[in-house]
């Protein structure tokens, strides 16, 4: 999107207006020695460095002309290092200091320093209270699978997201999805639930090609799976959400599949369709990929025996993939446990 957006907008135009602007790609040429050289993790990475080739701001991802702008201008405005600004904050704390810090460790994957950074920062400054949260509740949803942040600390800056008067209906929307998957993950589903049904009461009327149609068919499956219970209907519901063709499509195949693997449900279909997607393949990397899936299913449908050869099938095809063998350990102690 940056790409597109770069050549057609004024407001970025004028940000790079006094900086040189270098575009790397990262998987060719000199790219991948940059990318380790600056420890560059996920892209889009921007990185501004001063003449010696020292970042004085670094930030992931791409958020629009606006952000990117501000972003640059925090840039040029401060030129001192990152080390120099992390010693002059603990010295003085400010919140452009803070949120320079934040946008430097998230761009490392350290969500909990940039959630604490942006709490500091909002603290520091009131008036940008809310574009600061809305930065701490993504950050605690991106750090959630590490086990860093309970579901009421999220919760809270949650309900902080929605009292901005700026969020959206596509914002609460989006908010509830993220709310319902902590809330699974953390084993707090009646507390995902209000956000939930709330999410899906707003989404009466929104038309079928706006750009939070297929979260609220996602949140509709969600509904039907863990407010009525009724299988059937969310099974149907998720199928409803793949495209035409998708049982000829190893990858849409394996994906359903693995749906059904993490809710527990229409596990003797899902380790057909799998085994479907196994043949149609004919990349081996992928076809390994997909036996992984077969071999949770089957361990899910309790059959231990099968999944230990679906998940050494997958060895062979990839026998590097120190995951598939760390797969095989666990499927190997399910067998001994049940056979006690």
Request: one cysteine or more; charged letters at 30%.
């Amino acid at each position: 999107m940056f790409a597109r957006e770069a050549s057609s907008s004024d407001i970025i135009k004028g940000a790079l207006a006094n900086v040189v602007f270098f575009k790397v790609d990262c998987e060719k040429g000199e790219g991948p020695a940059i990318a380790e050289k600056y420890s560059v993790r996920g892209y889009p990475t921007y990185y501004a460095v001063n003449a010696a080739g020292e970042p004085v701001e670094r930030w992931i991802g791409y958020d629009g002309p606006e952000a990117f702008a501000k972003a640059v201008a925090a840039a040029t405005r401060d030129t001192r290092t990152l080390v120099a600004k992390k010693e002059a904050f603990a010295k003085q704390p400010t919140a452009d200091l803070a949120l320079s810090l934040a946008n430097d460790v998230a761009t490392g994957y350290d969500w909990a320093g940039a959630v604490k950074y942006f709490k500091q920062a909002r603290e520091l400054d009131p008036a940008r209270a809310d574009e600061c949260t809305r930065n701490i509740f993504m950050y605690m949803f991106y750090g959630a699978d590490d086990g860093g942040f309970t579901f009421d600390e999220m919760k809270a800056e949650a309900d902080r997201v929605l009292a901005i008067k700026a969020t959206t209906r596509e914002d609460r929307i989006d908010l509830a999805s993220m709310i319902i998957q902590l809330a699974r993950k953390q084993d707090r589903v009646p507390d995902g639930v209000p956000y939930l049904e709330r999410a899906l009461a707003e989404a009466e009327g929104l038309p079928e090609d706006s750009p939070a149609a297929r979260t609220v068919r996602g949140l509709r499956v969600d509904h039907a799976l863990l407010v009525e219970k009724d299988i059937p209907k969310a099974v149907g519901l998720r199928k409803a959400m793949l495209p035409e063709n998708w049982e000829q499509d190893p990858k849409r195949l394996n994906q359903f599949a693995w749906w059904c693997c993490e809710n527990g449900i229409n596990l003797e279909e899902a380790e057909a369709l799998v085994m479907r997607a196994v043949e149609l393949s004919d990349n081996d990397a992928d076809r390994a990929n997909y036996l992984d899936t077969a071999a949770d299913v089957c361990l899910k449908r309790g059959n231990c025996e099968e999944a230990i050869a679906r998940i050494r099938q997958a060895i062979e095809l990839a026998p590097d993939r120190d995951y598939f063998k760390e797969q095989l350990a666990k499927f190997e102690a399910a067998l001994a446990q049940k056979k006690g």
